[in-house]
């Protein structure tokens, strides 16, 4: 099993940053892809950013590409989501996730860290 745990996020402007933190502990080992997804009040969760943990291959959504890097740190099992340019409609929780190489893991789930946008 890995434990995922996030941190970081918090109340901002619009055009503000804000910097989230994901910590894995546990069966690392086996983690190929780590990234972010967010739920909106009302809406279904909806991915983000994702990186390869052994070749650093990003993807994001379109929604957030240009204003959203994932940097990670191999030796700490920590991914980050640095958030550029915010806009209102990026509040949400944002979750942490892993996964395989073919696909992400349902029942690793971080806790989620709210992100509240203010216009």
């Known amino acids: 099993q890995v434990q995922l745990v996030e941190s970081g996020g918090g109340l901002v402007q619009a055009g503000g940053s804000l910097r989230l933190s994901c910590a894995a502990s546990?069966?690392?080992?086996?983690?190929?892809?780590m990234g972010w997804f967010r739920q909106a009040p009302g809406k279904e969760r909806e991915f983000v950013a994702r990186i390869n943990r052994a070749d650093s291959t990003t993807y994001y959504s379109d929604s957030v590409k240009g204003r959203f890097t994932i940097p990670k740190d191999n030796a700490k099992n920590t991914v980050y989501l640095q958030m550029n340019s915010l806009k209102s409609e990026d509040t949400g929780v944002y979750f942490c996730?892993?996964?395989?190489?073919?696909?992400?893991?349902?029942?690793?789930w971080g806790q989620g860290t709210q992100v509240t946008v203010s216009s």
């Open positions: 546990g069966r690392t080992f086996s983690i190929y892809r």
């Open positions: 996730a892993i996964g395989s190489r073919n696909r992400w893991n349902r029942d690793s």
